[in-house]
């Protein structure tokens, strides 16, 4: 059975073995325990026993939740952990007073984009050269 549940530093190694798999540019351990230390940041994981399968790390920024890093285990995806983790991040958000959620989501990936879009998030705005190699970064935005 799947729970979620706040992300601790004893879930970081198994966040980061999916981080490194999921992202072509995984975010460092550093970032992940800079969040876990600051306020105003929630940080979710899924899983199932003591086993990470997913996490979610979220923002809240005035009005804005913004979304800053998601990813599932490649063994659960397409089993709705991921759309579990955002409907639970985008609940707390708006218990905490955000209006609505915001992400950045590579050109290239198509595949996120149509989660997302699935979920009711629409592309609003580009910001060119966004990532490091200077592939262009799609603004999707979700009124809560």
């Not at 798999?21 to 460092?28: E, G, I, L, S």
């Not at 707390?92 to 290239?108: F, N, P």
Request: proline share 2%; hydrophobic share 40%.
């Amino acid at each position: 059975m799947m729970r979620i549940c706040k992300m601790t530093p004893d879930d970081l190694d198994q966040v980061m073995a999916i981080e490194t798999t999921a992202f072509k540019d995984p975010w460092r351990r550093s970032f992940f325990l800079s969040d876990l230390s600051r306020s105003g940041t929630i940080l979710l994981v899924a899983k199932i026993g003591s086993k990470v399968i997913g996490y979610i790390d979220a923002w809240l920024l005035g009005d804005e939740l913004h979304l800053a890093n998601i990813a599932v285990d490649q063994e659960f995806r397409r089993r709705g952990v991921g759309t579990k983790l955002i409907k639970k991040i985008m609940a707390i958000g708006r218990q905490q007073g955000a209006k609505y959620i915001i992400l950045e989501v590579r050109r290239s990936n198509i595949g996120a984009q149509m989660f997302y879009e699935k979920l009711g998030f629409y592309h609003f705005y580009t910001r060119p050269r966004y990532y490091s190699n200077g592939e262009d970064a799609l603004i999707y935005k979700l009124d809560l």
